[in-house]
């Protein structure tokens, strides 16, 4: 499916140093550290280790009519080697013109195309060339961009766009070196159309003005992946002094009280690994198309609604996003192939977070449902997939995006913990994140500093390059002590044997000990049984997302057709992909539900962006 990156035969000759992946992964020989600047991003068309942009400047106008974004970029060139040509990524871009800093026009020619990586846009430079203006356009194929109809949004009087960069996704909106091996700053005048108000990855503004033009500032160096904009009837309201939450207007309040203990997270973030290093931390709540739970966009966190249940049940997921202003947005993986740097440290640290806000039984239960849910991945994942280090040559980064980064990255620094005890694990967390700030790291890098810092002498009886290099889970994983799941357990235990809901006692439960007690229902639940439990908890019609996703899988399961109607506008209205993918998995297992479930995608669809409609296609193609 994915084509051979064949411009490497045409443009070899400039990009020669860049052009091939040296693969690290190899466990035969484990002593050799190999750092960061030998290794090349596989995921970029760009010669971003010859020619590098310092700096970004956009002047981009938001056309809501035409569903297009365009303007202009300004990039900052750095040529240490006076290379006469400076390698962008562009993807389903329109070039119209690039010049320097002069405004002298510059030529600029077109690689080949790869399906996967998009075109590479060559434009000459000489060494006087200080800056590279290129004029352009999206287009109604970039894969970034998700347009909205008034309807599709709460409020429904206005439009709303969002971008999504990453992982390879950026270049279809700006071309620009996409690769998360190189940072840069950036700035931006934004023009939209009035009454409505565009936030992004930035310092933002936080009322509408008359001018509708808006500009931005983000001087912290950071990987192209993170430059993200949303535009939309957005208002803003403040938490703390400097935490505070975008939203439609009739939505706002809702999420200002979800949120509430987001000043809170800061500080015990900050009390673990230190200074909170982009000043603010804003929240913005997309519309329900949204295709992730969340996106660190740094200084301003971009969220689905569907974690707005009412009861900020669901809130680990904002302890998640701003987790990542350390492991990810502070110390970034250095290629694609190293995203469990990103999120693995992300969830150790997010249940961190949790615990010290709201304690070690809590969040036992959001590591054991992690632990369920990598087991199950184990299962059907192709074991070239499950190695913490992966070889993605070739792939899509975002097939990289399963529970090893996520779960086993987790729970292999948790292995970490329970050798060397937590004061040491968090003096060298510590020391890590201030070590490496706003630098790009690789996991032979990662290994190195670790042994240096923290397990010297301990690699192989800790079997790190087991848990690295290896599929699966080594036999030291660590076991989740999970008392409040014992009682949900012994009451499904009485359910299945009563066959009454006579004796659960539910009301103390949360989120997480619901989805504990429907997941493991056995199989032999019967559609009476489902009944039953509907009748009694109103499943069906949850307010709690996370509750409604498990509860239609195992719907599907049961074959229990009450739940159908509801599934069906869930799927049409919610877009997030960690949602809609086990559901549509489980549909196409059987013929009937198939043909249900190509029904329902038929008015679906078009409120999915590319990330989920990408995936659900394949699923029922
Ligand atoms: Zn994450």
Same mark, same amino acid.
């Given at each position: 499916m994915i084509k051979k990156i064949a411009y490497l035969i045409v443009f070899g000759f400039i990009m020669c140093s860049c052009s091939?992946?040296?693969?690290?992964?190899?466990?035969?020989?484990?002593?050799e550290i190999i750092m960061n600047n030998s290794i090349l991003d596989s995921h970029t068309l760009s010669n971003y280790k010859e020619v590098s942009i310092d700096h970004s400047h956009l002047n981009l106008t938001v056309d809501f009519n035409s569903k297009l974004i365009h303007g202009s970029v300004t990039h900052t060139i750095n040529n240490p080697n006076k290379d006469s040509v400076f390698i962008l990524d562009t993807k389903y871009l329109s070039i119209e013109a690039v010049s320097d800093q002069d405004g002298n026009k510059l030529d600029f020619s077109y690689g080949e195309k790869d399906d996967l990586l998009g075109v590479p846009l060559m434009v000459l430079v000489n060494s006087n060339t200080k800056k590279v203006t290129i004029a352009y356009s999206t287009t109604n194929k970039s894969e970034a961009l998700d347009w909205l109809n008034a309807e599709q949004t709460s409020g429904k009087d206005f439009p709303f766009m969002y971008t999504q960069g990453q992982s390879i996704f950026t270049r279809s909106w700006i071309p620009i070196q996409d690769s998360p091996g190189l940072r840069i700053t950036y700035s931006a005048d934004v023009t939209v159309p009035a009454g409505m108000l565009p936030v992004m990855s930035a310092a933002n503004p936080q009322i509408k003005n008359n001018t509708n033009v808006y500009s931005f500032e983000m001087n912290q160096p950071i990987p192209p992946y993170l430059i993200a904009l949303a535009v939309g009837d957005l208002q803003f309201k403040q938490i703390d002094y400097r935490t505070g939450v975008y939203a439609e207007p009739n939505m706002l309040e809702s999420c200002v009280d979800e949120f509430a203990d987001m000043g809170k997270m800061v500080s015990a973030a900050e009390e673990l690994y230190g200074e909170y290093d982009w000043e603010r931390f804003d929240v913005i709540v997309l519309p329900p198309s949204f295709p992730f739970g969340g996106m660190e966009n740094p200084k301003l966190t971009f969220a689905t609604p569907?974690? /707005? #249940?009412?009861?900020?049940?669901?809130v680990s997921l904002i302890a998640h996003e701003l987790a990542h202003s350390w492991s990810g947005n502070l110390v970034t993986n250095a290629t694609w192939n190293d995203f469990w740097l990103n999120e693995g440290f992300t969830v150790y640290f997010e249940r961190r977070i949790m615990e010290a806000l709201y304690g070690k039984d809590y969040t036992e239960m959001l590591a054991l449902l992690g632990y369920q849910d990598l087991q199950e991945e184990l299962v059907t994942l192709d074991p070239k997939m499950?190695?913490?280090?992966?070889?993605?040559?070739?792939?899509?980064?975002?097939?990289?995006?399963?529970? /090893? #980064?996520?779960e086993k990255g987790y729970f292999f620094l948790r292995m970490i913990e329970n050798s060397v005890g937590r004061e040491l694990m968090d003096g060298f967390l510590k020391k890590y994140f201030s070590d490496h700030k706003f630098q790009t790291i690789v996991t032979e890098e990662f290994l190195a500093y670790l042994e240096a810092n923290l397990i010297n002498g301990k690699r192989e009886s800790l079997k790190i390059d087991d848990w690295v290099y290896q599929p699966g889970l080594p036999d030291n994983c660590p076991v989740v002590d999970c008392k409040r799941f014992i009682n949900v357990e012994s009451a499904i235990d009485d359910f299945m044997l009563t066959n009454t809901i006579a004796n659960l006692t539910t009301t103390e439960w949360s989120t997480h000990e619901w989805i504990h007690f429907i997941k493991n229902l056995p199989d032999t639940v019967n559609s009476n049984q489902m009944l039953m439990l509907d009748e009694a908890f109103n499943l069906s019609s949850s307010g709690n997302s996370e509750i409604l996703a498990v509860w239609f899988e195992r719907s599907i399961v049961s074959n229990y057709q009450p739940a159908f109607p509801y599934m069906r506008k869930f799927l049409i209205k919610v877009g997030r992909r960690k949602f809609l993918q086990p559901i549509y998995e489980s549909l196409a297992k059987r013929e009937d539900h198939k043909i249900w479930a190509k029904d329902v995608y038929k008015y679906a669809r078009s409120n999915y962006h590319y990330v989920s409609f990408n995936t659900i296609d394949e699923i029922l193609k």
């Amino acid at each position: 499916m994915i084509k051979k990156i064949a411009y490497l035969i045409v443009f070899g000759f400039i990009m020669c140093s860049c052009s091939q992946e040296k693969d690290t992964n190899d466990s035969n020989n484990k002593t050799e550290i190999i750092m960061n600047n030998s290794i090349l991003d596989s995921h970029t068309l760009s010669n971003y280790k010859e020619v590098s942009i310092d700096h970004s400047h956009l002047n981009l106008t938001v056309d809501f009519n035409s569903k297009l974004i365009h303007g202009s970029v300004t990039h900052t060139i750095n040529n240490p080697n006076k290379d006469s040509v400076f390698i962008l990524d562009t993807k389903y871009l329109s070039i119209e013109a690039v010049s320097d800093q002069d405004g002298n026009k510059l030529d600029f020619s077109y690689g080949e195309k790869d399906d996967l990586l998009g075109v590479p846009l060559m434009v000459l430079v000489n060494s006087n060339t200080k800056k590279v203006t290129i004029a352009y356009s999206t287009t109604n194929k970039s894969e970034a961009l998700d347009w909205l109809n008034a309807e599709q949004t709460s409020g429904k009087d206005f439009p709303f766009m969002y971008t999504q960069g990453q992982s390879i996704f950026t270049r279809s909106w700006i071309p620009i070196q996409d690769s998360p091996g190189l940072r840069i700053t950036y700035s931006a005048d934004v023009t939209v159309p009035a009454g409505m108000l565009p936030v992004m990855s930035a310092a933002n503004p936080q009322i509408k003005n008359n001018t509708n033009v808006y500009s931005f500032e983000m001087n912290q160096p950071i990987p192209p992946y993170l430059i993200a904009l949303a535009v939309g009837d957005l208002q803003f309201k403040q938490i703390d002094y400097r935490t505070g939450v975008y939203a439609e207007p009739n939505m706002l309040e809702s999420c200002v009280d979800e949120f509430a203990d987001m000043g809170k997270m800061v500080s015990a973030a900050e009390e673990l690994y230190g200074e909170y290093d982009w000043e603010r931390f804003d929240v913005i709540v997309l519309p329900p198309s949204f295709p992730f739970g969340g996106m660190e966009n740094p200084k301003l966190t971009f969220a689905t609604p569907t974690i /707005i #249940a009412g009861d900020r049940s669901l809130v680990s997921l904002i302890a998640h996003e701003l987790a990542h202003s350390w492991s990810g947005n502070l110390v970034t993986n250095a290629t694609w192939n190293d995203f469990w740097l990103n999120e693995g440290f992300t969830v150790y640290f997010e249940r961190r977070i949790m615990e010290a806000l709201y304690g070690k039984d809590y969040t036992e239960m959001l590591a054991l449902l992690g632990y369920q849910d990598l087991q199950e991945e184990l299962v059907t994942l192709d074991p070239k997939m499950q190695t913490l280090k992966l070889k993605m040559k070739g792939m899509h980064p975002d097939d990289a995006m399963s529970d /090893i #980064a996520y779960e086993k990255g987790y729970f292999f620094l948790r292995m970490i913990e329970n050798s060397v005890g937590r004061e040491l694990m968090d003096g060298f967390l510590k020391k890590y994140f201030s070590d490496h700030k706003f630098q790009t790291i690789v996991t032979e890098e990662f290994l190195a500093y670790l042994e240096a810092n923290l397990i010297n002498g301990k690699r192989e009886s800790l079997k790190i390059d087991d848990w690295v290099y290896q599929p699966g889970l080594p036999d030291n994983c660590p076991v989740v002590d999970c008392k409040r799941f014992i009682n949900v357990e012994s009451a499904i235990d009485d359910f299945m044997l009563t066959n009454t809901i006579a004796n659960l006692t539910t009301t103390e439960w949360s989120t997480h000990e619901w989805i504990h007690f429907i997941k493991n229902l056995p199989d032999t639940v019967n559609s009476n049984q489902m009944l039953m439990l509907d009748e009694a908890f109103n499943l069906s019609s949850s307010g709690n997302s996370e509750i409604l996703a498990v509860w239609f899988e195992r719907s599907i399961v049961s074959n229990y057709q009450p739940a159908f109607p509801y599934m069906r506008k869930f799927l049409i209205k919610v877009g997030r992909r960690k949602f809609l993918q086990p559901i549509y998995e489980s549909l196409a297992k059987r013929e009937d539900h198939k043909i249900w479930a190509k029904d329902v995608y038929k008015y679906a669809r078009s409120n999915y962006h590319y990330v989920s409609f990408n995936t659900i296609d394949e699923i029922l193609k």
